[in-house]
């Protein structure tokens, strides 16, 4: 892409800042050049943001009716996916997957527990609750 055709449509989720995107300028290198968005960009991180939403809610009525822990509706709640939640604590998919169990997540021992709410950027008291 070339320099003078970086997009400047604008994105209301970057919330009126800009962000670096690599074109070529005129002599051929490879340039960091300040974008504000465009509004292909915008649609699909409004569409990403309302399923999180919508996962979030879900796992949150769950977890209110004892049927999953409070982990699952915070990660949603955080805009992670099972992949990045478990990338970000260092825990297996699998593990995390079984602490989704409400019954399993109520045995969880202190120091998973802390792992997974630093994870979130959350207490350990928060984690365990649903607001």
Known sequence: ??????????????????????????????????????????????????LFRGRAEAARRRARAGQASPLEYWMYARRMDLATFSQSCGVWQWRIRRHFDARRFARLGDALRARYAEALGISAEQLGSVP
């Open 1 to 50: 892409m070339d320099t003078r055709a970086v997009p400047q449509e604008g994105n209301a989720t970057l919330d009126g800042h800009s962000k670096a995107v690599y074109a070529r300028d005129e002599a051929g290198r490879i340039v960091a050049v300040p974008c504000s968005g465009w509004q292909a960009e915008e649609i699909v991180t409004l569409q990403a943001v309302d």
